[in-house]
């Protein structure tokens, strides 16, 4: 596989259920992201790992948290989530410091809170 | 602090005609400046990226973009829309030329035939 993979594709939970997020790349880079995406806002960014290092979290609500146990892999754990938190999540990565701002996105992850 | 504003969520062009989508900035640095676009049902992919080398940059897919300091614009152009082009475009700015871009809303891009 290359790229950057994301999974599941589809998620619908409960307000009080459990749930994770993964995303995986396979190019080699140092960053990866999360961005959670809602209709009609900008891209937001959520946090950012590098080198298994969290460096930004973007005033997220400690519902999600996110985890990199290496520099391959993210996950986004989820837990009594809101309506509202609703939206496509997106994963990216890029090289780190090399090619600022050239980021790799998944496909994403769609995610729908009951 | 960066932004970005793109002028118009939605655009319509006629197969073979003109593409502009509008993107102007904020920013208190020389800004690197980007356009992504998103397929439906895929994440965003880079089409073009200016980091103060020369103003007018060309991407993929017959797109390119000017940078024009006195207008503090990037607009994204192509001379001839093509079926395939349909899409969501993002312009963004790299926030003090790191990895964290911060992105506009959006432009939505439908091709008629």
């Known amino acids: 596989e290359t790229g950057v993979t994301q999974t599941p594709r589809h998620l619908v939970m409960g307000m009080t259920n459990k749930k994770s997020l993964k995303c995986e790349q396979h190019l080699g880079h140092n960053a990866m992201y999360w961005y959670k995406q809602s209709a009609k806002k900008p891209l937001e960014l959520m946090f950012v790992y590098n080198f298994k290092e969290q460096t930004e979290n973007n005033s997220v609500p400690s519902r999600f948290s996110p985890e990199c146990p290496n520099s391959s892999h993210l996950f986004l754990h989820l837990h009594t989530l809101q309506p509202e938190d609703s939206a496509l999540y997106l994963c990216?990565?890029?090289?780190?410091?090399?090619?600022?701002?050239?980021?790799?996105f998944g496909e994403g992850s769609r995610l729908t809170v009951l | 602090a960066q932004s970005v504003t793109q002028l118009g969520s939605h655009v319509s062009v006629s197969e073979g005609a003109l593409v502009l989508l509008r993107c102007n900035y904020s920013s208190s640095v020389p800004p690197y400046l980007f356009w992504y676009v998103q397929y439906p049902n895929q994440g965003l992919q880079l089409l073009l990226k200016?980091?103060?080398?020369?103003?007018l940059v060309k991407g993929i897919n017959g797109f390119e973009a000017e940078f024009k300091k006195s207008e503090t614009s990037f607009h994204l152009t192509k001379p001839s829309a093509h079926m395939s082009d349909a899409a969501e475009y993002f312009c963004?700015?790299?926030?003090?030329?790191?990895?964290?871009?911060?992105f506009g809303t959006g432009t939505r891009l439908q091709v008629f035939p």
């Open positions: 200016y980091t103060s080398a020369a103003t």
């Open positions: 990216a990565s890029s090289p780190s410091g090399e090619s600022a701002g050239e980021l790799f």
């Open positions: 963004a700015v790299s926030e003090d030329n790191t990895d964290k871009l911060i």
